[in-house]
């Protein structure tokens, strides 16, 4: 927790919707309890073990594809989220697809141990679930894809591609990717076009000056900002050292990035607890070595891909 990143979120009574999410996982867990203690459940699997669990570590295709459904049995696979996307927002359907594939690869890696579940699920702890019929084909065909990317990213890696050769940046590919702030595909992609319009926006720019606080925890900073979020001139965003870290000795001229802030009604960048505030100059420079990825589960993991 004293990493800048993770003290963040400390206190979870500040995180939105917090005490509603939990109430609703509290009633989950009862409800659950309450179907696994059902005497007539018991009986009928009394001389049988069935095939399930939750975040058991499985691998098929030769160890090439790994994962940990959140649960499963012998008829379905669960994938647990804390939410669903608004299905207003641009990038919904891209991100409802990246669940079910992931779905699809964990069906195969259940098909795999003997038996193929039927029914793919994925809950959220608003009580919302999709639910669809699990197409043996398309897992199929979803492996096969998985393993082919996996091959090319080690041959990419064996003839020394820099990672930047690696990424695919867009606005679906990059609008959730975790590591905006370190990725220089992302930052050249937007400085080579328009910048892209994102859920979360992310934007880079000059520290001008900063405006200490009165209780030595609230600053501004005062950037400005490049591409279309640096319309309007030199902006000023309210930041935390608490939660985004203390900037105060940056000096003027400082080149800082942004990433998932919130976009003001008139246009400007606003900071809320998920917004990351870097100098460039702290950055750790992203490169790939030449050691080959041996997993599938590790390369989905990678960002754009």
């Not at 309890?33 to 691998?59: I, K, N």
């Not at 008139?266 to 990825?293: K, Q």
């Amino acid at each position: 927790m004293r990493h800048r990143l993770d003290s963040r979120f400390a206190n979870p009574e500040r995180w939105p919707a917090y005490y509603l999410v939990r109430q609703r996982a509290i009633a989950s867990a009862v409800a659950k309890a309450v179907r696994r203690s059902d005497p007539q459940r018991r009986r009928s699997q009394e001389g049988s073990t069935p095939l399930g669990g939750s975040e058991h570590l499985l691998t098929a295709r030769s160890g090439r594809l790994a994962g940990r459904p959140d649960q499963f049995d012998r008829n379905t696979v669960t994938e647990y989220k804390s939410a669903l996307p608004d299905p207003d927002w641009a990038e919904a359907a891209s991100i409802v697809d990246g669940y079910w594939r992931q779905l699809r690869l964990y069906s195969v890696l259940i098909g795999e141990m003997g038996s193929w579940p039927t029914t793919a699920r994925i809950v959220a702890a608003s009580g919302q679930v999709l639910e669809e019929p699990v197409n043996r084909t398309a897992c199929e065909a979803e492996a096969d894809a998985a393993i082919s990317g996996l091959d090319a990213m080690n041959r990419a890696l064996s003839a020394g591609c820099d990672s930047a050769a690696l990424a695919s940046p867009g606005q679906v590919a990059c609008g959730q990717c975790p590591y905006l702030a370190i990725c220089p595909a992302f930052w050249s992609w937007c400085e080579a076009g328009s910048w892209p319009e994102l859920r979360e926006p992310a934007a880079c720019g000059t520290l001008v000056s900063v405006d200490p606080g009165m209780d030595g925890d609230l600053y501004a900073v005062n950037v400005s900002l490049k591409g279309r979020h640096g319309v309007g001139g030199v902006q000023s965003l309210a930041l935390s050292k608490s939660v985004h870290g203390d900037l105060t000795s940056c000096p003027s001229g400082s080149a800082l990035r942004v990433v998932f802030a919130n976009l003001r009604p008139d246009g400007r960048l606003r900071a809320d607890i998920s917004t990351c505030v870097f100098n460039e100059a702290d950055i750790s420079e992203l490169r790939c070595g030449s050691i080959p990825f041996h997993s599938a589960e590790k390369l989905l993991a990678l960002p754009g891909v």
